[in-house]
């Protein structure tokens, strides 16, 4: 006794269910892919990575010797305003450094803003930025104290104002 399967015929809605499932595979995949991507990208771009390695033993001796001043640097933002705040390794405010900075977007540079902070006594220096929605990063640079080039980077986000 042999039994004999019934086969059922492809159709154009098998076909059509087949493609469907196929591009709905890729695209999530594709999708997935991008978010992860964008999700852990850290931002860091050098034009050149060959010539900027000739450099690393001399920003690693800088980075040393500025580790080495033990500085604290406190940062904050408003609405309208970059404030930072110095200190010494024994907690002594600082005071007289002249303190330039650049306000950019990790990913563009339309809204780049060049800085130059103000000082407001106690170690405490501000400076006016347009602060929009989103991820920033400020680098600084500062002179003075005996330093003649102390350099530091904050990161940060300005959420969107709820109504």
Do not use: C
Request: proline share 3%.
């Amino acid at each position: 006794m042999s039994t004999a399967a019934a086969h059922k015929p492809l159709t154009g809605w098998h076909v059509l269910a087949m493609l469907v499932a196929f591009f709905a595979v890729i695209f999530s995949v594709n999708f997935t892919m991008a978010w992860l991507a964008n999700a852990t990208w850290s931002g860091l771009v050098v034009a050149n990575g060959y010539v900027a390695s000739q450099s690393y033993d001399k920003d690693l001796a800088k980075a040393r010797a500025q580790d080495a001043l033990g500085w604290s640097v406190g940062f904050s933002f408003g609405e309208d305003r970059l404030r930072l705040t110095f200190a010494d390794k024994a907690g002594a405010k600082i005071d007289q450094l002249a303190i330039t900075g650049a306000l950019a977007r990790p990913v563009t540079d339309r809204q780049d803003q060049a800085l130059t902070f103000s000082a407001m006594g106690s170690g405490v220096y501000s400076a006016p930025a347009t602060l929009t929605p989103g991820v920033w990063e400020v680098t600084i640079t500062a002179q003075g104290n005996g330093v003649s080039d102390y350099r530091k980077a904050f990161r940060f986000v300005v959420k969107a104002k709820t109504p």
